[in-house]
């Protein structure tokens, strides 16, 4: 069955990095697009970014651009959410999504 394990989360100062992994198994990942969603509390999801299958196109959210980037290694069936630059407002549960499923989310807290 489709699973989305997703990890790298924790807690980051203002200004730190983190790098968030969402691996994927129980479809085609390389033929698939794959996004990351954040959901911060109190608030609706939205996403972040995502990427095509070959990883030749990206798109991100305005808030997020210059700060984050998206990759993926094909051959590991992995994605990947590079965040630089974390500022508080960062601070949501991390999900990825592919081929209409959710992964169980990690948990990112910007905070000094």
């Known amino acids: 069955q489709v699973q989305l394990v997703e990890s790298g989360g924790g807690l980051v100062q203002p200004g730190g990095s983190l790098r968030l992994s969402c691996a994927a198994s129980?479809?085609?990942?390389?033929?698939?697009?794959v996004n990351w969603y954040r959901q911060p509390p109190g608030k609706e999801r939205e996403l972040v970014a995502n990427?095509?299958?070959?990883?030749?196109?990206?798109n991100y959210a305005d808030s997020v651009k210059g700060r984050f980037t998206i990759s993926r290694d094909n051959a590991k069936n992995t994605v990947y959410l590079q965040m630089n630059s974390l500022k508080p407002e960062d601070t949501a549960v991390y999900y990825c999504?592919?081929?209409?499923?959710w992964g169980q989310g990690t948990q990112v807290t910007v905070s000094s």
């Open positions: 129980g479809f085609t990942f390389s033929s698939s697009i």
């Open positions: 999504y592919a081929v209409g499923r």
């Open positions: 990427i095509t299958p070959t990883g030749r196109y990206t």
